[in-house]
């Protein structure tokens, strides 16, 4: 069983930046495929980056190309998603999620965070 746990959620102006972290536990980080979804009031969860185990892949939603960069760190067991020239529109919540290969719909995954609050003010 995996664990994880995301931080760096705030409020931030549009156009500002903010560095998401999701630290893991429980088990061998660098065997899961690693992904960032999020969830807007009222939205269905909507895929936004995810990275391969040794982060030799990276895809992107195409909302979030160019501004936000996923990125993992295996030696930490950490997964980080910086992000951009931030819109209102990427007002969500952003979760973690780890999977057994890279996909970019939320039912491939297998773990989840409970997620941290992006609030981006126009």
């Known amino acids: 069983q995996v664990q994880l746990v995301e931080s760096g959620g705030g409020l931030v102006q549009a156009g500002g930046s903010l560095r998401l972290s999701c630290a893991a536990s429980?088990?061998?980080?660098?065997?899961?495929?690693m992904g960032w979804f999020r969830q807007a009031p009222e939205k269905e969860r909507e895929f936004v980056a995810t990275?391969?185990?040794?982060?030799?892949?990276?895809y992107y939603a195409d909302s979030v190309k160019g501004r936000f960069t996923i990125s993992r760190d295996n030696a930490k067991n950490t997964v980080y998603l910086q992000l951009n020239s931030l819109k209102p529109e990427d007002t969500a919540v952003y979760y973690c999620a780890a999977g057994r290969t890279v996909v970019v719909t939320p039912g491939g995954m297998l773990y989840w965070g409970k997620g941290t609050l992006v609030t981006v003010s126009s």
């Open positions: 990275i391969s185990r040794s982060g030799g892949s990276i």
């Open positions: 429980g088990g061998t980080f660098s065997s899961y495929a």
